[in-house]
């Protein structure tokens, strides 16, 4: 049996404990959302490795994207990449290659991270420039067999959602490169998307290795005014459509969301996505809440990440300061996490089940700030290593901060409060 077939029973796994404790969460309620779909529980049942929860109640979580590409193919920096997203608090790593041997690629990556592992089977079926319907479900079947913990598949990019897509005459039509692979196949081929025409034999292959799907957001909007249009809502549609069934069959599924968004329709997406999708977690890109910041779109997406994640969203995918202009380097896979890890923070101080947690983090960093104890906030500070170092190369006379050092407003009252006393 599956996980979620598990729960359903009424009967308690060492990955339900594991998740539960890592939570803080009764266990008792983890089976209970797990086994109503709306919390799954990222581990392959061919790998070891630390389980992940996502959805209600549990921390929001970040992704982090890693992989070669046709221009750079450089495996031991992918790796490296991997390494320094975990370090610095990915809970999950994709690896989104498309050059080189994907297949040594994928399993270095499964072998050297201590995090669930996702990929995207699409991009290795797609080396094949006469791409079958075989080659998308071996593909599929490669990566699961290979330990790969949960996957992205655009089952919810339809020949209806194309003609959509063809009517409405977006800016940018179809950004997903998975997205992309598929309207070309369908549009190639004039046949219905494998993956969603043959779903049952994708749950078989995800159900046999207990493997969460993704499902992914093919007809994501890729700028901000092509948010919120029938082709992306058309695929939510749908996409709630493919949960349901496999919940059915005992596979665990995310849903995927839009990329670009308006920070005021933000709330209203993310809830549309929720109920259509009978609240499965959701994961997002994001989102992005505007075009004009290329250098800058880990900073942009971590702000539309925070207030995604304040109503609802429970996956974050981090954007790097590279995304739209280059493959990231080691640096930007480090900056990019950061600041994701930072607005999933954020989120969880506003969110049930993990805000009283995330709080006492926050108190903790003020009351070492009201004692001026520097040891404590590096230690609290979610990168250590840079706050230390601007501490450092700035340093102050008096054991205030350079900024104010004897006119600190802290060391004032904390002196003037004494002296009362």
């Given at each position: 049996?599956?996980?979620?077939?598990?729960?359903?029973?009424?009967?308690?796994?060492?990955?339900?404990?594991?998740?539960?404790?890592?939570?803080g969460v009764d266990v008792q309620k983890v089976r209970t959302l797990l086994a109503d779909g709306r919390l799954v529980i990222l581990k392959s049942a061919?790998?070891?490795?630390?389980?992940?929860?996502?959805?209600?109640?549990?921390?929001?979580?970040?992704?982090?994207?890693?992989?070669?590409?046709?221009?750079?193919?450089?495996?031991?920096?992918?790796?490296?990449?991997?390494?320094?997203?975990?370090?610095?608090?990915?809970?999950?790593?994709?690896?989104?290659?498309?050059?080189?041997?994907?297949?040594?690629?994928?399993?270095?990556?499964?072998?050297?991270?201590?995090?669930?592992?996702?990929?995207?089977?699409?991009?290795?079926?797609?080396?094949?420039?006469?791409?079958?319907?075989?080659?998308?479900?071996?593909?599929?079947?490669?990566?699961?067999?290979?330990?790969?913990?949960?996957?992205?598949?655009?089952?919810?990019?339809?020949?209806?959602?194309?003609?959509?897509?063809?009517?409405?005459?977006?800016?940018?039509?179809?950004?997903?490169?998975?997205?992309?692979?598929?309207?070309?196949?369908?549009?190639?081929?004039?046949?219905?998307?494998?993956?969603?025409?043959?779903?049952?034999?994708?749950?078989?292959?995800?159900r046999e290795y207990d493997v969460t799907i993704s499902l992914g957001d093919g007809m994501r909007p890729g700028c901000i005014s092509d948010a919120g249009?029938?082709?992306?809502?058309?695929?939510?549609?749908?996409?709630?459509?493919?949960?349901?069934?496999?919940?059915?069959?005992?596979?665990?599924?995310?849903?995927?969301?839009?990329?670009?968004?308006?920070?005021?329709?933000?709330?209203?997406?993310?809830?549309?996505?929720?109920?259509?999708?009978?609240?499965?977690?959701?994961?997002?890109?994001?989102?992005?809440?505007?075009?004009?910041?290329?250098?800058?779109?880990?900073?942009?997406?971590?702000?539309?990440?925070?207030?995604?994640?304040?109503?609802?969203?429970?996956?974050?995918?981090?954007?790097?300061?590279?995304?739209?202009?280059?493959?990231?380097?080691?640096?930007?896979?480090?900056?990019?996490?950061?600041?994701?890890?930072?607005?999933?923070?954020?989120?969880?101080?506003?969110?049930?089940?993990?805000?009283?947690?995330?709080?006492?983090?926050?108190?903790?960093?003020?009351?070492?700030?009201?004692?001026?104890?520097?040891?404590?906030?590096?230690?609290?500070?979610?990168?250590?290593?840079?706050?230390?170092?601007?501490?450092?190369?700035?340093?102050?006379?008096?054991?205030?901060?350079?900024?104010?050092?004897?006119?600190c407003a802290i060391k004032i009252m904390r002196d003037a409060l004494r002296d009362k006393l």
């Amino acid at each position: 049996m599956t996980l979620i077939e598990i729960a359903r029973k009424g009967q308690i796994t060492p990955e339900m404990k594991t998740v539960a404790q890592s939570e803080g969460v009764d266990v008792q309620k983890v089976r209970t959302l797990l086994a109503d779909g709306r919390l799954v529980i990222l581990k392959s049942a061919t790998r070891d490795v630390v389980p992940v929860g996502i959805g209600e109640l549990m921390r929001t979580k970040i992704n982090t994207n890693v992989g070669t590409s046709i221009d750079f193919v450089d495996m031991e920096e992918e790796i490296k990449k991997a390494l320094v997203a975990v370090k610095h608090g990915a809970d999950t790593v994709m690896d989104l290659s498309t050059g080189g041997n994907l297949d040594i690629i994928r399993r270095r990556i499964l072998s050297e991270v201590s995090v669930p592992v996702g990929s995207v089977p699409i991009y290795q079926a797609a080396q094949n420039p006469d791409m079958s319907v075989d080659d998308m479900f071996n593909a599929v079947r490669k990566h699961a067999s290979d330990g790969i913990d949960f996957m992205t598949i655009h089952a919810g990019v339809t020949l209806s959602a194309v003609e959509h897509l063809k009517k409405r005459q977006r800016i940018l039509d179809v950004v997903s490169r998975g997205g992309a692979f598929m309207v070309a196949w369908m549009m190639q081929h004039e046949q219905e998307n494998p993956f969603y025409a043959e779903y049952d034999y994708l749950l078989e292959i995800a159900r046999e290795y207990d493997v969460t799907i993704s499902l992914g957001d093919g007809m994501r909007p890729g700028c901000i005014s092509d948010a919120g249009d029938a082709p992306e809502l058309m695929e939510v549609v749908t996409l709630g459509e493919l949960v349901r069934k496999a919940r059915s069959e005992g596979v665990q599924t995310i849903a995927e969301g839009p990329g670009h968004v308006p920070l005021n329709d933000v709330r209203a997406s993310v809830m549309a996505m929720k109920r259509l999708t009978d609240y499965a977690p959701l994961y997002l890109l994001g989102p992005l809440v505007t075009d004009i910041g290329p250098g800058y779109d880990h900073m942009i997406g971590a702000i539309g990440g925070a207030v995604a994640g304040m109503y609802g969203v429970d996956f974050l995918c981090m954007v790097s300061p590279a995304e739209h202009v280059a493959l990231p380097t080691v640096e930007d896979i480090k900056e990019g996490t950061i600041v994701t890890k930072i607005a999933a923070h954020i989120a969880d101080l506003t969110r049930d089940g993990q805000k009283d947690r995330a709080r006492t983090w926050d108190d903790k960093m003020a009351h070492a700030r009201k004692n001026l104890d520097w040891k404590a906030q590096f230690n609290l500070a979610i990168d250590p290593e840079k706050a230390r170092k601007i501490q450092h190369d700035r340093k102050s006379s008096s054991d205030a901060c350079s900024m104010c050092g004897e006119l600190c407003a802290i060391k004032i009252m904390r002196d003037a409060l004494r002296d009362k006393l």
